[in-house]
C-alpha cells in the first residue's frame, strides 16, 4: 500500500461519513485550487484533513519512495542512492550564530531528492567518504519545501544517515548514465558521459551580490559526434587533472539541461562531481608553431598543431617561447595540458627541434570555407569581398562591447568573419580586397542557420602581398 493509500486510510477511520471517492475528488478540487506545481496529493490530503479538524502528522511507519516525497512529512525513512555530495558550507543566523550547511542528491528507482544536512550533520563521520552510487538509509527526516516548490529531505539533529550493503533495485550510476544524444531541455539531476572536445577553462567573475565567483567551461561530444557546451559553477582546474587529452572520456554526475544562446547546454554547480580520464602530470607535446599573437603585457597566444592535425591553443605566461618563431618545430612540457588547451608557466620548459615533415605546415593545413563545419576550428586563406563593419552591441547586462565583421570568400564558398572586444581591431585593419590569412578560428551556427567564423584570443590575421 502506498503512503497516499495510508493516509486517506487514516482520514476514512476518523471521518466515516466520508467515502474514499470523496476524498480523492476533494484531492482534485484542492490541486485545482491551489495549483497542481505547488500541491502533491499527499499535500492536498494533509490540507483536507486540517479542514475536518483531523491531525495525519503522527510518525509514518513505511518507508517512502522518492516520488511519494511531500512536504510537511515528518520522521520519514526511505532507502536511496548518492548522485553527489557538496562541500559543507558555513552560513551566519540573523543573530549572527554560525551553522553548517551541505546539500546531497540521491535517486531510486524513478526519481531524485536534495537532501540538506543541518549543522552537525553536515559533518557526520564518514560523510566525505560517499561515493556516487553509494546505498544509503535516511532515518527520521522531515520533508519541507524548496524554493523552487519541490519536496526537499532535511536532515537535522533528529534524524540520520547510515550506509548499507543489502541488495537493492534501485539501478547503479551505470545504468542510469546518460549519452549527450539523449538529452533534453529541463532534465535534471543528470548523469552525463561523452568525451572532451576542444578547450576547457576557468572563469572568474562577480555575481549580482557582489561577491566572487568561479566557473569551469568545457564542451564535449556523444556517441553522434553532436557537442554541447558544458558550465560546472562553483568549480575550477583543482577539480580536474593537469594533463587531459583531447578525446578523454568525461562524465559529470548532478547536472542539468537548459537552452543557452547557441542551443542546448549543460550546466552544474559545487556539488557536481567531475570525472575525467587523465593523470596528475603533464607530458611532453610536440607541435608546430602555427602563429603567434603577443597580447598587451607580452604574453604569448600561439597557435599550434601536432602530427594527427590536432589544433593547440597554447597560453605562455612564462616567455619561454621568445626562441620561436613562426613555422618552428618545438617540444615543450607544459604545466597544464586541458584539451587542446596548453598553459606554460615558469616549470615549463620549450626547445626548438630540427623540421618534421610529418607536421602540416600552415599552408597544408588551411581549410577551404565550403569544408568548415559548426564547433571545429580552422585556418583559412580568403579574399575580403565587403568594407569591414565595426559597431557596438549592448549585453543583457547594459555592457557595450565591439563587434566588427568582414565578408570573404576563397574558390569554394563564403562566410562571415566575426570578432569580438580585442579580437573586433583585428578586423579593423583590413580593407576591401586583401587577401588574407586567418588562423584560430571557430565555427559557429549564426543567424538563420548559416555558418560563421569567429576570431579567438589565439587568431591571426596574416596580409598576403
Known sequence: ???????????????????????????????????????????????????????????????????????????????????????????????????????????????????????????????????????????????????????????GSGSNIETTDTKSEIPTIDTITKDISELQEGQKDLVVTGMIDGIISGMKFTNSRGQPGKALRMRIKGKEGSGMRVVIWGKDESSIPNMISQSAKVRLLGVKVKSGNQGLEIH???????????????????????????????????LGVDNKRNLYNISDFSNSTSICVEGDVIECMPSKVYGSSITLDENSFVRKLDNDESIPSLSQLRTKINDVKIDKSYCIESIILKVPERREVQTKSGESILLSEMFVEDDTGQIWVKGWRNQARLIDKCELGEIVSITGLNAKAGLEGRIELFLTAFSKIIKKN
Open 268 to 302: 552544474g554547480n559545487d556539488a557536481t562531481i567531475i570525472e575525467i580520464e587523465g593523470g596528475k602530470e603533464a607530458e611532453p607535446i610536440i607541435t608546430r608553431v602555427l602563429s603567434i599573437s603577443p597580447t598587451e603585457n607580452g604574453k604569448n597566444m600561439i
Open 1 to 155: 500500500m502506498s503512503e497516499l493509500e495510508n493516509l486517506i486510510t487514516k482520514l476514512l477511520e476518523q471521518k466515516t461519513e466520508l467515502t474514499r471517492e470523496q476524498v480523492e475528488e476533494q484531492i482534485k478540487l484542492k490541486k485545482e485550487k491551489i495549483g497542481a506545481g505547488y500541491l502533491t496529493d499527499q499535500g492536498a490530503l494533509f490540507l483536507i484533513a486540517s479542514d475536518y479538524g483531523v491531525t495525519l502528522s503522527e510518525p509514518l511507519k513505511v518507508e517512502m519512495s522518492l516520488k511519494d516525497l511531500y512536504a510537511g512529512a515528518k520522521e520519514i525513512s526511505l532507502e536511496t542512492r548518492v548522485l553527489n555530495l557538496s562541500p559543507a558550507k558555513q552560513f551566519s543566523r540573523k543573530d549572527g550564530s554560525p551553522f553548517y550547511l551541505r546539500t546531497m542528491t540521491v535517486y531510486d528507482t524513478n526519481s531524485t531528492a536534495s537532501v540538506k544536512l543541518w549543522d552537525e550533520k553536515a559533518n557526520l563521520p564518514g560523510i566525505e567518504n560517499l561515493k556516487p552510487g553509494d546505498l544509503i538509509k535516511i532515518i527520521k527526516a522531515y520533508v519541507k519545501s524548496d524554493l523552487d516548490g519541490s519536496p526537499t529531505i532535511n536532515i
